[in-house]
């Protein structure tokens, strides 16, 4: 048994898990406390892209790797050595192995970046904002191996979760935000733009990198919904609708004046059977 790290303390139970590529994990279940980190002042916002992987309102850029486009010749190669082996035999198995291990080092290699780059952003910054991207709709477009490739979600979730655990603050901006229209200088909508547009002059004459100027206004964004938030509802409460009959229109309320009196009742009784003609007359 190969072990990647030391037990904080003695397990309670131990589950063993194989998985496609033939490898066995063993998965502790052991109890942790909070490591709050020391609390900094730096605060970042993060622009997400398929270019560049991570743009940092600080101008820092981290590059795509693009884990699955790199190994794409040895996938394809292996995927079809294992089309040509006939079903059933030894040699199939091997080489379904084969492939397995392929794709299980793509993905791996995937997970060990995106926990890397987490981790340095979370210790180096107080307050971490990014955008709330639909993965799920991107991933039905024509940039969809890309963006599957990209690993958005999985990086993002690391990133929340890292930051409960060492007392970090983390947020995610609304999707809808316009982060790349919007001017970080002077504040103004310059329009949508193309993704082919890298860089873009607004009408105050600043020349704006598209990513870097998205994500300071995803910095901004978040500091201001964080400073506004006092932790108070805001949408009013849900009320379930009155199981009543549905009161009268105004157009018709002169056409009722003289329901009560033809009917010779008076009070509660007669207004509920003014409402019952009123039922059997639109029905």
Known sequence: MAWSRELPCEPSSVSV????AGRYFA??????????LPEGVCEVGIDLGLRR??????GQAVASPRFLRRAERRLRKSQQALSRKEKGSSNRVRARLRVARAHATVADTRRDFAHKLSTAII?????VYVEDL??????RTRLAKSVHDAGWGMFTSM????AARYGRYFAKVDRFFPSSQLCSECGVIDGKKPLSVRSWRCRCGVVHDRDVNAARNILAAGQAERRNACGARVRPVSVPALRVEAGTRRERRSALVGIPSLLGQGGCQSVHSTHTLLSHASA
Not at 29 to 36: I, L, M, Q, S
Not at 53 to 58: K, N, P, Q, R
Not at 123 to 127: G, L, P, S, Y
């Open 17 to 20: 898990i194989s998985d496609s």
């Open 27 to 36: 998965s502790f279940v052991v109890e942790v406390t909070g490591e709050a």
């Open 53 to 58: 992987f991570a743009v940092l309102s600080d």
């Open 123 to 127: 210790r180096e910054n107080q307050a």
């Open 134 to 139: 639909c993965v799920k709709g991107l991933a």
């Open 159 to 162: 990133l929340e979760e890292k």
